[in-house]
């Protein structure tokens, strides 16, 4: 029986419906690095663990997360710290005679300790030189391709590392990128030893076309974690509570599927968790009307507050003026809405939204900005396109939350 998971990482045992996802991502990795990318809560790093803890094709896997990291000299001292735990015979064995600076840090481990191996990495650094660089092509690339190994190093929220380069040093987005860029084309994927899998929430494609650098990702394969169908949603619902010897209504999993709208697996699992809570504490079969009282628990719970509370912030976080006013302001108009908006009736409130802040742009240009905060609303999880040139919030959750709080 599987267990309810309320955003801690999953056991692989407990994942459902990704197996022929990540089958199809190691079809593509023998070719090619991918970028996985999808919206937050929706299941990256689970898949992401599951290939780390059962890797394919003779791959040893090294994980990293790089949210917090803003310069390459920390992600390369972070990928070598991690490939260090993780691998310590492996990496013993590629590093001590392969690379003078790291074998003498490793010369050094006994005194030091395995926890203190990156920050004696760090020391042995700040004595030598300073350049990332020389330091990723000859004490990494160089050195991890020589050892014949095949490696999958799994990086996640690397779109951060880039957003967070950006804002403390812009100077090195570019060269940074341009450098990971040579490593992917250069030996070609099918003849490298290593493959890349990055993950994001955040799209990388609307910051980099905005600072005329799309061409630096473009070596990686673009890969969308798919999004559960309505029966799998059901399915899930009724497995779960079958299993737990719940009694409940037959149409009570399609209703699930109604008010979850495209659904994110953490609400999922909530709502889900919630129904059992429910039975459990009425004793008698759930019936539809649960489901609604389920919806309203959780919107009003504080389990659910900090995961919804983050759709709301990081708008602030990710998007520029004038998208941002123009991101909330549409948002609290769908929230109010009962089967969502026209598309025309949104450009007007954004149009309308624009001229009140005395921002003069011709015509072409606004309406630019509309599409691209439409697109970004859409690949962000926000709305959904639910019937021609209809716009309303993807998750009905997230709308009945955003209605209660922000509207
Ligand atoms: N395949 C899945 N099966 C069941 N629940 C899932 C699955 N993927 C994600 N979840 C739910 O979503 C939560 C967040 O998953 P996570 O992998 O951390 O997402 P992300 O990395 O995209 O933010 C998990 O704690 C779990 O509740
Ligand atoms: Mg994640």
Not at 43 to 49: E, N, Q, R
Request: net charge negative; aromatic share 12%; hydrophobic share 40%.
């Amino acid at each position: 029986m599987s267990d309810f998971y309320t955003g801690s990482p999953l056991d692989p045992e407990d994942m459902w419906f990704r197996d022929d996802f990540i089958n199809l991502l190691w079809e593509i990795l023998r070719t090619e690095h991918v970028l996985l990318t999808a919206p937050r809560r929706t299941g990256k790093t689970s898949v992401m663990d599951f290939m780390a803890a059962k890797p394919q094709e003779g791959y040893s896997a090294i994980s990293v997360f790089v949210q917090d990291l803003d310069h390459p000299s920390e992600f390369l001292l972070t990928l070598l710290d991690a490939f260090q735990a993780k691998h310590p015979v492996l990496f013993r064995k590629i590093f001590k005679s392969g690379s003078s600076w790291i074998g003498s840090t490793l010369d050094r481990i006994e005194e030091v300790g395995f926890a203190g191996f990156k920050i004696a990495l760090r020391e042995q650094k700040s004595k030598g030189s300073d350049d990332w660089k020389l330091l990723g092509d000859h004490e990494f690339f160089e050195v991890v391709r020589r050892s014949k190994q095949k490696l999958l190093f799994i990086v996640d929220e690397f779109p951060d590392l880039i957003l967070n380069m950006k804002r403390n040093h812009p100077e090195l987005v570019r060269p940074f990128l341009a450098w990971f860029r040579s490593h992917c084309v250069s030996p070609h994927p099918k003849h490298d030893t290593i493959r890349w899998l990055l993950g994001g929430s955040v799209n990388l494609s609307s910051t980099l076309d905005a600072m005329g650098s799309i061409d630096l990702i473009n070596s990686l394969h673009d890969e969308r974690l798919p999004v559960l169908t309505s029966s799998q949603v059901q399915e899930f619902v009724s497995r779960m509570l079958s299993d737990r010897n719940v009694d409940f209504h037959s149409g009570i999993p399609s209703e699930v599927a109604n008010r979850l709208g495209r659904p994110v697996p953490l609400f999922l699992q909530m709502v889900t968790q919630d129904l059992y809570r429910i039975w459990k504490r009425v004793q008698r079969p759930l019936e539809i009307e649960d489901v609604h009282t389920a919806f309203s628990e959780l919107i009003v719970s504080s389990a659910a507050r900090d995961k919804l509370q983050h759709y709301y912030s990081r708008i602030n976080q990710y998007y520029d003026e004038p998208k941002r006013s123009a991101a909330y302001a549409l948002l609290a108009k769908l929230s109010q809405s009962n089967h969502g908006v026209p598309r025309k009736a949104l450009e007007q409130e954004f149009d309308r939204l624009i001229q009140s802040q005395g921002d003069n742009l011709p015509d072409h240009e606004r309406r630019r900005l509309f599409n691209q905060l439409l697109r970004d609303l859409e690949n962000d999880f926000y709305v959904a396109e639910t019937s021609n040139d209809q716009f309303d919030f993807a998750s009905g959750l997230l709308k009945a939350w955003w209605k209660k709080y922000y509207a």
